[in-house]
């Protein structure tokens, strides 16, 4: 198994190559990716593959996202320092982590709850006191914090979440994988404008697990 400074190596190649040099300039995206470490979000025996440019499964027919993805979607979310932001779909708790060195205050929202648990545990470890995740179906968003500046959503569904789009503050901006087969979606930017209307922009394809209903313990 690669020594600490490998993967700091590693995580600096993947910042530089996969990140900068793919068009990905926000300072703080860029600065957030060099301080998690993701070989701490991935199976043991998938540490070497850690900075590899690619999704990587994490158990339970779930992955970790491509890092490519989530930085261009954290590009498209044009983060303030001062934003509260909910991401559903945590998963690994990896998305929340890098929010947690960007954002004021992150939550996530996890159906599996094993999952769920080793994400918050992981978390705790790492001592990211802004970051709050729960076990729970992602459709409903999160009540007792809303609104949100900035909602993500990192599993793809076939339409807008209803109560996702009422948790968003006025003024603020949510990106989401819509397709209608699964692992092949096109990201959607929906902005809530001043005058209470949302405008919905198309953007690139992309792949991502399914967005399900309902919760599941194991
Ligand atoms: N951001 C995560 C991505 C995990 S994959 C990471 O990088 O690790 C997508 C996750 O979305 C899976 O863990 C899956 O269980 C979860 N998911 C799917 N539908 C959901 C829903 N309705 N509510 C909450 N989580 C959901």
Redesign the pocket.
């Known amino acids: 198994m690669p020594s600490e400074s490998i993967f700091e190596q590693q995580r600096q190649t993947m910042v530089i190559e996969q990140l900068r040099g793919r068009g990905i300039r926000q300072k703080a995206i860029l600065n957030a990716f060099l301080q998690v470490p993701r070989e701490e ?1 991935v199976p043991l025996e998938l540490r070497d593959h850690a900075y590899e440019d690619r999704a990587l499964p ?1 158990g ?1 027919r ?4 491509q890092p490519f993805v ?1 930085a261009w979607m954290l590009a498209l979310l044009n983060l303030k320092p001062t934003d509260r932001v909910l ?9 929340l982590a890098l929010l947690s060195h960007i954002v004021r205050e992150a939550f996530g ?4 709850e094993v ?1 769920a648990t080793a994400a918050q545990e992981r978390l705790a470890r790492l001592e990211l006191a802004n970051v709050k995740i729960k076990f ?4 409903d968003g999160w009540i007792e914090y809303q609104p949100f500046e900035k909602i993500l959503v ?2 793809g569904g076939q339409e807008i979440p209803e109560r996702l789009k009422s948790q968003l503050a006025v003024g603020g901006r949510m990106i989401l994988p819509i397709g209608d087969e699964p692992r092949n979606q096109k990201l959607v930017q929906v902005d809530h404008l001043q005058d209470g209307s949302y405008k919905v922009k198309r953007l690139g394809r992309v792949s ?6 309902g919760t599941r313990q194991t």
């Open positions: 979000f994490i339970h779930q992955t970790i996202s989530v991401e559903i779909g945590s998963g690994s708790g990896y998305v929202v996890e159906r599996i999952l729970g179906d992602g459709n990192s599993a991502f697990v399914p967005l399900l209903s």
